[in-house]
T-cell receptor, first 108, second 113 residues
Framework: GQSLEQPSEVTAVEGAIVQINCTYQTSGFYGLSWYQQHDGGAPTFLSYNALDGLEETGRFSSFLSRSDSYGYLLLQELQMKDSASYFCCLHNFNKFYFGSGTKLNVKP | EAGVAQSPRYKIIEKRQSVAFWCNPISGHATLYWYQQILGQGPKLLIQFQNNGVVDDSQLPKDRFSAERLKGVDSTLKIQPAKLEDSAVYLC???????????FGPGTRLLVL
């Protein structure tokens, strides 16, 4: 399977901006998605990049660089409710590969 | 709009027993996925259906796992016999064809003793 690398844990304060990186080793894939999962909850879709560049959805933005084999999720104006795990997901033909997830801790 | 439904929510069994999970996707979603999520890891795709046909099952341990979606709507995932390492959350997701957005159900938490 594909290997996607994410930092295991990130801590930030309320109101700040945080970037969660995702690096991968593949080529020729369709795109990269991001999902949020609260403890004990189901993953929920946040964003998708099919092309290089930045996709903005409210406080969340996602970026993809195929030439650098990495993407990131940018969360602005952090709120306490953003404390959750964030997963990147690579769509390669009929297969979907999730990273191991980054646990975001938002502190007051 | 109703979300993806799964049952049971929790299941505790002993190793070598069998277990089955049920999923009802969002109405109109032709694509259905089963994932296994081990604690502290990301979801791992086990099988993907398009209507009632299998699109990909390359990561499904076929010696013990089976899945079906007979009428192109509900789906069941079965484990027989279960092993200790099968302890995980089993997530069902659905999507519209050619959509990148997957909608996940609440999952079934399986503990194998």
């Amino acid at each position: 399977g594909q290997s996607l690398e994410q930092p295991s844990e990130v801590t930030a304060v309320e109101g700040a901006i945080v970037q969660i990186n995702c690096t991968y080793q593949t080529s020729g894939f369709y795109g990269l998605s991001w999902y949020q999962q609260h403890d004990g909850g189901a993953p929920t879709f946040l964003s998708y990049n099919a092309l290089d560049g930045l996709e903005e959805t409210g406080r969340f933005s996602s970026f993809l660089s195929r030439s650098d084999s990495y993407g990131y999720l940018l969360l602005q104006e952090l709120q306490m409710k953003d404390s959750a795990s964030y997963f990147c997901c690579l769509h390669n033909f009929n297969k979907f590969y999730f990273g191991s997830g980054t646990k975001l801790n938002v502190k007051p | 709009e109703a979300g993806v439904a799964q049952s049971p929510r929790y299941k505790i069994i002993e190793k070598r027993q069998s277990v089955a999970f049920w999923c009802n996707p969002i109405s109109g979603h032709a694509t259905l996925y089963w994932y296994q999520q081990i604690l502290g890891q990301g979801p791992k795709l086990l099988i993907q259906f398009q209507n009632n046909g299998v699109v990909d099952d390359s990561q499904l341990p076929k010696d013990r796992f089976s899945a079906e979606r007979l009428k192109g709507v509900d789906s069941t995932l079965k484990i027989q016999p279960a092993k200790l390492e099968d302890s995980a959350v089993y997530l069902c997701a659905s999507s519209l064809p050619d959509s990148e957005t997957q909608y996940f159900g609440p999952g079934t938490r399986l503990l194998v003793l």
